[in-house]
């Protein structure tokens, strides 16, 4: 059974870093996308950053470009995702979720993923 496990979460003052990390395991054929999305009160959870394993293709929300970054350590099934100059606009429950259906593109939107860790917080607050 595949199981994703999020961690890294936490409380960041606006300027601030803050790296999540995702762990994906159970699984034998290896995932064709994975992502990471958020969603914050009151509005509806968003991709932020998806990334496909076969060439590394990666989409980013416009609100994180130049901001977040997201790296994988194949090795390890996990997945990184790096968090620079946080705005309380960041502050979020931020899931990771990942799909292990034949990719024709690379979308990053929760209906195309089907595997959910169970989120981790995320506060931007002085």
């Known amino acids: 059974q595949v199981q994703v496990v999020e961690s890294g979460g936490g409380l960041v003052q606006p300027g601030g870093s803050l790296r999540l990390s995702c762990t994906v395991s159970?699984?034998?054929?290896?995932?064709?996308?994975i992502g990471w999305f958020r969603q914050a009160p009151g509005k509806e959870r968003e991709g932020v950053i998806c990334?496909?394993?076969?060439?590394?293709?990666?989409q980013y929300a416009d609100s994180v470009k130049g901001r977040f970054t997201i790296s994988t350590d194949n090795t390890k099934n996990t997945v990184y995702l790096q968090m620079s100059s946080l705005n309380p606009e960041d502050t979020a429950i931020y899931y990771c979720?990942?799909?292990?259906?034949?990719?024709?593109?690379?979308?990053?939107?929760?209906?195309?993923?089907?595997?959910w860790g169970q989120g981790t917080q995320v506060t931007v607050s002085s």
């Open positions: 979720a990942t799909q292990f259906r034949s990719l024709e593109r690379l979308v990053c939107h929760e209906n195309e993923y089907d595997y």
């Open positions: 159970g699984f034998r054929l290896r995932y064709s996308a």
């Open positions: 990334i496909a394993s076969n060439d590394g293709t990666t």
